[in-house]
């Protein structure tokens, strides 16, 4: 399978629940990227892995966890979250982390907290 | 973080019309790209440029890296049903090291 892939498309948590969001990529890209996309907002950077290793974290609050154990997979480990945490969460893989490279993004997990 | 203006905010047009819509920003940007998001999916990109002045296309889309490599355009001609959905554009960081996104426009496009 070609592309960048989420599961599981959607999912629906309660506030004290413990869930992992998953993203693949089989592009060979060296980078991939959490995103979360709320309603009427700009898509929100929360975190950047390149080579596997942490780069960026964009201010995201701890109950937000991510993983990344090799360049292909990427995990977002969820907890205790809060209703407005509820969103569309969009992984995405580029090339390279600097230099421009332009994002492939998967089909995104649409998350309710309830 | 960098702030990109997209306008319209929201489109309805009839199908076979072009539509035209734009992105600004308050810095200079030295690439500029195009995605488009449908409903329920992730953004897909379209459109990719890089020199100011550049004029790109890809079927029936239209894009141009503006002269002040402060703004973007991307026009539609003769619009489908299927062209549905919202378009953001997208430029990179001082560093590179991320791309911020617009607030995107939203196109119907009504049969």
């Known amino acids: 399978e070609t592309g960048v892939t989420q599961t599981p498309r959607h999912l629906v948590m309660g506030m004290t629940n413990k869930k992992s969001l998953k993203c693949e990529q089989h592009l060979g890209h060296n980078a991939m990227y959490w995103y979360k996309q709320s309603a009427k907002k700009p898509l929100e950077l929360m975190f950047v892995y390149s080579l596997e290793e942490r780069v960026e974290n964009n201010s995201v609050p701890s109950r937000f966890s991510p993983e990344c154990p090799n360049s292909s997979h990427l995990f977002l480990h969820l907890h205790t979250l809060q209703p407005e945490d509820s969103a569309l969460y969009l992984c995405?893989?580029?090339?390279?982390?600097?230099?421009?490279?332009?994002?492939?993004f998967g089909s995104g997990t649409r998350l309710t907290v309830v | 973080g960098q702030q990109l203006n997209q306008s319209p905010q929201s489109m309805f047009i009839q199908e076979g019309e072009d539509v035209s819509m734009n992105c600004t920003s308050s810095?200079?940007?030295?690439?500029w790209l195009w995605y488009k998001q449908d409903p329920g999916e992730g953004p897909v990109l379209l459109i990719a440029?890089?020199?100011?002045?550049e004029l790109t296309s890809n079927g029936r889309l239209t894009a141009q890296f503006g002269i002040t490599r402060k703004d973007s355009f991307l026009n539609i001609s003769a619009s489908i049903p299927s062209d549905v959905g919202i378009y953001f554009c997208?430029?990179?960081?001082?560093?590179?090291?991320?791309?911020?996104f617009g607030t995107g426009t939203s196109l119907t496009v009504i049969p």
């Open positions: 810095s200079i940007f030295n690439t």
């Open positions: 997208a430029g990179p960081s001082n560093t590179g090291n991320q791309f911020y």
């Open positions: 440029l890089y020199k100011a002045g």
């Open positions: 995405a893989s580029s090339l390279a982390y600097r230099g421009g490279y332009g994002y492939t």
